[in-house]
């Protein structure tokens, strides 16, 4: 076991490195990683076939309750989570096929529309919708557009784009923390824990809500001055673009709006009727490939392949340090220092996951965390549910204070970037790292409140 032990720590630790420094494509280093855990961490230190097919976990998608969990909600599984890679997957291809028939910029333009173009109270609503959309969808595709439609805005109104960028990608974060669907891993706690969509709304989602109007005053206070329009700019209402001419395609457009609001209904009831999230990304990215029809094959090739390959090297990985024993030392070690106090520990998982997640991807981060609050809530008697919260906002919320910390980060600078606006990492942490540390204050003392 030790040999095995020291194999798959070794192995976890060369992860991290090339992961956070990027020499190499992410889903070939997680997926070169999860090879060397099935030949050295199974095959020579353990010598089990049986823990390397627990690993794959393939089994799992040929049983029934894969796909229907009954009243009872999903069953938690370790190694590979496959619920979660199959409902990104239906996830992607939905939303490629409501970008594709325009309904992102038209919902962008109807809004900037609605508050006659003013900066300011675009900057606000945009915030607002940043956090609304990234709660049903990924914040990734959020930022891709938002940003993308702030700048265009920006060159038309004559305004400073980089203050509501910066905005945008706080509150997508902030939104995405809400529920099981917003943030990729909301997704893979959800899945793993079996926990629904009606539990984090109404466990993270109370959380985000209130730190919402926090971070809309903060941003507001801060940016202000820096959305001035330039002086004696007269809008010319000419020029400024039609909300209609967005749509591509008005059938395409009607049946994706139609399917978009039936994922939101399966995905708040699923409890309740027993469908999985894995049966709902497939009924999903089924009916939007027969609605694309020819096009259909396009949208398949826009799925973002390598972010499911990084996923599931990853799970193996983190499989390995399962299977050997790693994580439960880890809880312990948590358990020991905060000496079985349920508040101690909150505000342990909570920092540690922020500070953790604002320098390295909270994705492998929350996939190891897991496992150690799975042990430490069995060893110390605590409510696994307080730890998983807690484990969603400092992770979600943490990867916010830098240009690095989230995709979504890495996405709207780049859009910003590229639109000649380069955002320093200087100009970021000014502006998000404060908010961060204000969410993360607030939602501590929230959770300390509500359950300890």
Not at 169 to 190: K, Q, R, V, Y
Not at 430 to 448: D, E, H, Q, R
Request: glycine letters at 8%; one cysteine or more.
């Amino acid at each position: 076991m030790l040999l095995a032990q020291i194999f798959a720590v070794a192995i976890f630790v060369v992860m991290f490195v090339l992961v956070v420094t990027e020499k190499i494509e992410r889903q070939y280093t997680t997926l070169g990683c999860g090879l060397l855990t099935l030949v050295l961490v199974h095959g020579v230190g353990l010598r089990s076939l049986p823990a390397m097919f627990e690993t794959l976990n393939v089994r799992s998608i040929f049983t029934v309750s894969f796909w229907y969990a009954g009243a009872a909600g999903e069953e938690a599984s370790s190694g590979i989570n496959w619920s979660t890679i199959i409902f990104i997957a239906g996830m992607m291809i939905m939303v490629e096929g409501m970008a594709k028939a325009g309904f992102f910029r038209w919902l962008c333009m109807n809004l900037a529309k609605l508050v006659h173009y003013k900066p300011i109270p675009l900057f606000l609503a945009f915030m607002v919708m940043s956090a609304i959309l990234a709660m049903f969808i990924d914040s990734i595709t959020v930022i891709l557009f938002l940003a993308a439609v702030t700048v265009e805005l920006a060159h038309l109104l004559r305004f400073n784009p980089i203050p509501m960028i910066i905005s945008e990608i706080f509150c997508a974060n902030l939104g995405g923390s809400a529920t099981m669907c917003g943030d990729p891993p909301n997704i893979i706690l959800g899945t793993s824990l079996g926990y629904s969509f009606a539990d984090f709304l109404t466990n993270t989602g109370v959380l985000a809500g209130i730190a919402l109007i926090l971070v809309v005053i903060y941003f507001f206070l801060v940016y202000r001055k820096d959305l001035k329009q330039e002086e004696g700019f007269v809008l010319d209402p000419s020029t400024l673009p039609d909300p209609k001419e967005s749509i591509t395609n008005k059938k395409d457009f009607a049946f994706s709006c139609v399917i978009f609001g039936c994922a939101m209904i399966l995905l708040i009831t699923h409890a309740q009727t027993g469908l999985t999230v894995a049966f709902i990304g497939v009924l999903v990215s089924v009916l939007t490939l027969l609605v694309a029809g020819k096009d259909s094959w396009n949208l398949i090739k826009k799925i973002d392949y390598k972010t499911l390959l990084f996923f599931i090297g990853l799970f193996v990985v983190v499989g390995g340090l399962e299977q050997t024993g790693i994580l439960e030392i880890i809880a312990e070690f948590i358990g020991k220092v905060s000496g079985g106090n349920l508040m101690l520990m909150v505000g342990i998982i909570i920092w540690v996951s922020a500070i953790a997640s604002a320098f390295i991807d909270n994705i492998p981060f929350v996939a190891t965390m897991i496992p150690v609050i799975k042990s430490l809530a069995a060893m110390e008697g605590v409510d696994l549910e307080v730890l998983s919260w807690t484990l969603a906002m400092g992770t979600d919320i943490g990867g916010s204070a830098t240009p690095i910390g989230a995709s979504a980060n890495v996405v709207g600078t780049s859009v910003s970037a590229k639109s000649g606006h380069p955002i320093s990492w200087a100009t970021y942490c000014k502006g998000a790292a404060p908010a961060t540390f204000i969410v993360i204050l607030v939602s501590m003392i929230c959770i300390f409140v509500r359950y300890c």
